[in-house]
């Protein structure tokens, strides 16, 4: 039973395509992240959602644009896809917003945009 | 804005020895969480072990252990008896307010048999 899932794994798209990526967790939590891993491995956090609720916006450009239809999901559009949008895309989950709280994350997703 | 830094962007270690990984932090703030997640060639990320600032004991679990230093900011990894397995690039990262993660850039761990 997968706790956090992502799909698809891996995307290959032009520039200026529009494109999402979809998240689910079925663990429970109130609490959901997106990450970008860009190409020399640094992982840098995009949003957080808590309940439904924008909670972190880490000055991404707003042709990204997350939706949480639900606690249990959080998808991620891209508008004007450009060349520096590949990347590898990392959703996580964790129960709440306090510190305690583990982050759990999910396969990942590859963008690759040509 | 808080920082991570891992200096060691490779490391080796033969199968069955131990072998450290740094990790430096900086940060005004008295409470605060330490974590170190695996990312092996699969991609996905595993959580391998977290500290809380507030507690002095060192966390451990199993082949893992950290030796946190609060007072030099220091957060490093132990990994005991190394198997092929535990090949795969480490990150440690601190958590700010808001359970925002903050990750170091990340160390290659080779265990070679």
């Known amino acids: 039973d997968t706790a956090v899932s992502q799909t698809p794994k891996y995307l290959v798209t032009q520039m200026g395509n529009d494109k999402s990526i979809k998240c689910e967790q079925n663990?429970?939590?109130?609490?959901m992240y997106w990450y970008k891993q860009d190409s020399k491995k640094f992982l840098k956090i995009m949003f957080s959602?808590?309940?439904?609720?924008?909670?972190i916006n880490e000055t991404v450009p707003n042709r990204f644009s997350p939706k949480s239809p639900d606690k249990a999901h959080l998808n991620l559009h891209i508008n004007s896809l450009e060349l520096g949008d590949s990347a590898v895309y990392f959703c996580?989950?964790?129960?709440?917003?306090?510190?305690?709280?583990?982050?759990?994350f999910g396969p990942g997703t590859r963008l690759t945009v040509l | 804005a808080q920082t991570v830094t891992q200096s060691q962007p490779e490391m080796s270690v033969q199968e069955a020895e131990t072998v450290t990984l740094s990790c430096t932090y900086d940060?005004?703030?008295?409470?605060?969480?330490l974590f170190w997640y695996k990312q092996p060639p699969s991609r996905q990320m595993i959580l391998v072990i977290r500290?809380?600032?507030?507690?002095?004991q060192n966390a451990t679990e199993n082949r893992f252990s950290v030796n946190f230093q609060k007072a030099a900011k220091s957060f490093s990894l132990k990994i005991s008896d190394s198997q092929l397995g535990d090949t795969a690039m480490y990150f440690c990262?601190?958590?700010?307010?808001?359970?925002?993660?903050?990750f170091g850039a990340g160390t290659i761990l080779r265990v070679k048999s």
């Open positions: 996580a989950s964790s129960q709440d917003m306090i510190g305690t709280d583990t982050q759990y």
């Open positions: 663990l429970g939590h109130d609490t």
């Open positions: 959602y808590n309940n439904k609720e924008l909670i």
């Open positions: 940060t005004s703030e008295n409470n605060y969480y």
């Open positions: 500290q809380e600032a507030y507690k002095q």
């Open positions: 990262a601190f958590m700010e307010y808001g359970n925002k993660l903050v």
